[in-house]
């Protein structure tokens, strides 16, 4: 299993899928994984780890991993080389996972003959894309910029409408719902919103 150049962040997991440590993933090579850790993170604990992967090119990848000896960098951080022994799933880009998230949001719209400040509800996010709900009709190709924070995310997102539908919310009023999918996004916020959608999911199956 190769990654790409691009992956940056995993997640270190415990036999019971709870997150032991976020990393960085340093990609040397075709084999050559490393991944900077806190120091204190005992790689002895266990013979064999899980290991997300949050790859913008392949998706997330959940694998089995050994750490070699880590060498100690500056501030309280330490590098080990990781060999990933198999991989046991993945979620590929084209498939992304979308998951429920209710959030009332003010959007930014901009578009041909439609522009302002409104309210939306946010419906279902993935790392590709949003589902919002507003009273205000746009055409296909409009974009809504908005400010999304949750937990340890912090981006500004633009989505463009690829599709929209009438529908009614809670309250029996018609609303226009628009599936969205996300535009000029960096790799890095890319991978923050694919870590967030997948600690979402992995939550819901937990309950």
């Known amino acids: 299993m190769r990654l790409s150049q691009r992956c940056e962040k995993a997640e270190i997991l415990n036999a019971e899928g709870d997150v032991l440590t976020k990393a960085m993933v340093d990609v040397a090579g075709e084999d050559e994984v490393s991944l900077v850790v ?25 694998t089995r991993c050994t750490f070699g000896t880590p060498r100690l960098l500056p501030e309280q951080r330490s590098t080990m080389p990781c060999s990933i022994l198999e991989e046991v799933s993945s979620m590929q880009r084209r498939l992304d996972v979308k998951v429920p998230l209710a959030r009332t949001l003010e959007v930014i719209v901009t578009g041909s003959g439609v522009s302002g400040t409104y309210t939306a509800q946010l419906v279902n996010i993935s790392a590709g894309g949003v589902y919002l709900t507003t009273d205000v009709p746009v055409p296909e190709g409009t974009c809504f910029c908005f400010d999304f924070k949750e937990s340890n995310v912090d981006l ?27 535009v000029h996004l960096s790799s890095r916020s890319e991978a923050q919103l694919r870590s967030f959608v997948f600690q979402q999911e992995r939550m819901r199956y937990k309950k």
């Not at 120091?39 to 266990?46: A, M, T």
């Open 156 to 182: 500004n997102l633009t989505a463009e409408v690829l599709r929209s539908e009438s529908r009614t919310d809670r309250r029996g009023r018609l609303v226009f719902g628009y599936g969205c999918k996300f």
């Open 38 to 62: 806190p120091w204190s993170f005992d790689r002895l604990k266990q013979d064999v780890f899980t290991v997300v992967f949050y790859d913008p090119v392949q998706g997330v990848l959940t």
